[in-house]
């Protein structure tokens, strides 16, 4: 069994009275330290699937499992301590705490979630603040740096656990292409040092050129599945 494995996966939503199907008889399967992207409009369902695999939401029907779990046995605490031993996440909007510098940002999952020890915490912060340029900024708040900037904190907090999934909507939707091509690197040098499976939605050309795999939704239905190898000169 792969890593995901999703068999006739359905997401309806509630609005008002009218119930809406967000995905539609879902099955895929996906292997270790793979580097894909889902893709498709708005509204096809790309980033319901993904709080899916993500264990930010669960199925109307259907089975998931996740790294060897039942995602859709669980209740909400016992999803959120597996999201936080097993997981990474990257928003579009950063999701920083504005009271925490940017080294404490990338901390805060090793203290609340992993309880590393201090010194492997602090092995770990640096390293990843090196690998995404922000050590001169790392005292700063994330209201005295950029976008992009941001961002690349996000990454590095994302990575910093060590997980074997990590899971980006839209990570590079704020960045430069100079510094979107320095975290697609990034994450692709850690796809091949650590295994680490990387999950995308996006609209981004150079995150799907970079994708190995590209799944296609429309309407909340998988209509195309490319293996492509990636290659991140788009």
């Known amino acids: 069994m792969g890593l995901i494995a999703a068999e006739n996966i359905f997401k309806d939503y509630q609005v008002g009275e009218i119930s809406v199907r967000a995905l539609n008889d879902l099955n895929f399967e996906i292997e270790p330290a793979s580097f894909l ?43 959120a301590a597996f999201r ?3 997981m990474g996440f990257i928003f579009q909007d950063f999701n920083l705490i504005p009271v925490l510098t940017v080294y404490e940002n990338i901390e805060y999952p090793l203290i609340m979630v992993q309880n590393v020890p201090s010194q492997e915490r602090r092995r770990r912060v ?15 708040y994330p209201d005295q740096i950029s976008g992009g900037q941001k961002q690349r904190v996000a990454v590095a907090r994302a990575l910093v656990t060590e997980p074997e999934l990590v899971l980006a909507d839209e990570p590079t939707a704020n960045l430069d292409s100079k510094t979107a091509y320095m975290i697609i690197d ?9 295994g680490t499976t990387f999950i995308f939605s996006t609209h981004d050309q150079k995150i799907v050129g970079a994708a190995e795999t590209i799944y296609t ?14 290659n991140i000169h788009v």
């Open 186 to 194: 990034l994450m692709k040098e850690m796809q091949k040092k650590s």
């Open 84 to 86: 936080g031993r097993n």
């Open 217 to 230: 939704l429309e309407d909340g239905i998988i209509v195309d599945r490319k293996d492509t190898g990636g």
């Open 126 to 140: 640096l390293g990843l603040l090196e690998s995404v340029e922000m050590m001169e900024q790392k005292d700063k």
């Open 37 to 79: 992207s889902f893709v498709g409009p708005s509204g096809s369902g790309k980033t319901t699937l993904l709080n899916l695999i993500g264990c930010l939401d669960t199925p109307t029907q259907g089975s998931l499992t996740v790294a060897g779990t039942d995602v859709v046995k669980l209740d909400r605490k016992q999803r």
